[in-house]
């Protein structure tokens, strides 16, 4: 039996819809997330993701395939995966009827912390997560942003073994990310495991020590960072904004990508000189920069993260 924090093989989750096919939103997703680390799961919207962390989150069975918390079976006994398990949903909403302070000491006094421990987590939340100023205002005042730190802030302060975060700084101002970022670092570093969905590939480079990618509910590609934009074939981009016209000229150079009227060349540094040289005869404006986690996804998926 599996002793990992989560470990699933070929899971699988399919829909029924009266009058059409049926929809298979996980098509054998595996994988394995160790201790302490930071796993972030990427991919367009659709892609399988959301789905994935409510069937590891107990929330939703899947159709077929395994999938284990802690050598716990997720579908067969989530009463025991359960207690190791802190979720943030994606779009999640805290309750409107209680201010942050409430909220947060009442979850995690619902879990069966002691008092004591509650009430000193969630004063450390609060002040973590910049809530101080409204942590005494009804959530239901608060704006779109503010109910995400609180939602965030309740799932920091239970410092559970195995946290699910899907999507969890959208709306978030740049500080208010920041301090989830460092927040969610000090958890693994507490010997907390953490699996997060992301639309955004800073957040997902800054803070992961792996990355599935999904698409089409397949995971295609997984590895760090690093060995994704390795995987590019080279470590420069060149974007061409108006180059999609002339892809076959500039072919020869490496993986070309255009979208829409843009061309993205990846390129390693020995041609840039010629590839410039070519730019400039084509009239063509270009601006070079280091290959992003973005071009990686790009490479692999066919389309931009935010593409529907």
């Not at 470990?7 to 201790?35: C, F, I």
């Not at 000090?186 to 020590?209: F, P, R, V």
Request: hydrophobic content about 40%; charged content about 25%; aromatic content about 6%.
């Amino acid at each position: 039996m599996s002793v990992e924090p989560l470990w699933s093989e070929n899971l699988r989750k399919t829909y029924a819809v009266k009058g059409m096919p049926p929809v298979e939103a996980l098509a054998g997703v595996s994988m394995n997330v160790h201790p302490g680390e930071r796993v972030a799961l990427l991919g367009r919207n659709g892609a399988g993701k959301t789905t994935f962390l409510r069937i590891a989150s107990t929330l939703l069975r899947p159709t077929s395939g395994q999938i284990r918390v802690f050598g716990h079976d997720v579908s067969e006994h989530p009463e025991r995966a359960r207690p190791y398990i802190a979720v943030v949903p994606q779009e999640g909403k805290p309750f409107f009827h209680l201010p942050p302070r409430e909220m947060i000491y009442t979850y995690l006094r619902a879990r069966g912390l002691s008092r004591e421990t509650s009430q000193s987590r969630t004063e450390e939340a609060i002040e973590r997560m910049g809530l101080a100023e409204f942590a005494d205002r009804l959530c239901i005042t608060l704006s779109g942003g503010q109910r995400q730190r609180t939602m965030v802030a309740t799932v920091i302060a239970t410092q559970a073994p195995l946290l699910f975060l899907d999507e969890p700084t959208i709306g978030m101002d740049p500080f208010a990310r920041r301090e989830v970022w460092a927040s969610l670092r000090d958890l693994t570093a507490k010997g907390s495991t953490i699996l997060l969905t992301t639309h955004y590939l800073d957040e997902a480079e800054a803070l992961s020590h792996r990355l599935y990618i999904v698409e089409r509910g397949q995971v295609i590609v997984s590895g760090t960072s690093d060995d994704l934009k390795r995987s590019v074939g080279g470590t420069l981009k060149v974007s061409l904004p108006q180059g999609a016209s002339e892809v076959e000229s500039f072919r020869s150079f490496g993986e070309v990508v255009a979208d829409g009227e843009s061309l993205t060349i990846i390129v390693h540094p020995e041609r840039l000189g010629e590839l410039m040289e070519l730019a400039v005869r084509r009239r063509l404006t270009a601006t070079v920069g280091p290959v992003t986690l973005e071009e990686a996804f790009l490479r692999v998926v066919g389309r931009k993260i935010d593409e529907d």
